[in-house]
């Protein structure tokens, strides 16, 4: 079975839909006028590294602000990755967070390992700028996002790959 953005896939995985093992979640366009909050709400220049989990600058948001402005609330856990401008930058949410709208949110269900899919997104950059539309800023949508194919091997051989790859950038770093 041949990947678009992997190549040759091994015997036992599958090739599947990120909508099939993930629901994705889409932040609101609108910028809150009060980031003096608890919440960390965060923008690209925030991400360094596999996990984040706070502003740099501080910027946050109220729980009453979430809910007046029905911001979306990414739990900790989601994979979280850029859907215009720098496509495919990706970290994992350490703790709930709201974002800009530069950012869709991949939570994973138990099939998919929020690791490996950091790693998979991350691997497919080239792939997604190439797919992405638009004339003036490139974008992907929710729905490019859900339809993305992706190789999907069995979990416990996910969580043994995130974890050589961990330890294999650890050694860079």
Not at 30 to 57: A, H, M, Q
Not at 93 to 104: E, H, K, S, W
Not at 110 to 123: H, I, K, V
Not at 150 to 156: D, E, K, L, N, V
């Amino acid at each position: 079975m041949n990947c678009e953005w992997f190549g040759e896939l091994p015997k036992s995985w599958r090739l599947s839909r990120l909508g099939y093992h993930a629901e994705t979640l889409v932040p609101m366009r609108d910028k809150p006028e009060d980031l003096t909050g608890s919440i960390p709400w965060l923008r690209i220049e925030d991400f360094d590294g596999k996990y984040v989990s706070r502003s740099k600058s501080g910027q946050g948001v109220t729980e009453e602000t979430v809910n007046i402005m029905n911001l979306k609330l990414f739990p900790a856990g989601t994979v979280l990755c850029t859907c215009s401008c720098s496509m495919g930058t990706t970290a994992i949410a350490a703790n709930p967070l709201v974002t800009n709208q530069t950012f869709i949110g991949i939570v994973p269900d138990d099939s998919l390992d929020a690791e490996f899919l950091y790693y998979t997104l991350a691997a497919g950059r080239e792939y997604l700028e190439s797919i992405a539309t638009g004339a003036i800023q490139t974008y992907l949508s929710k729905e490019d996002f859900r339809n993305l194919r992706f190789p999907h091997p069995p979990p416990p051989e996910q969580r043994v790959i995130a974890a050589f790859l961990d330890r294999e950038t650890a050694k860079i770093d």
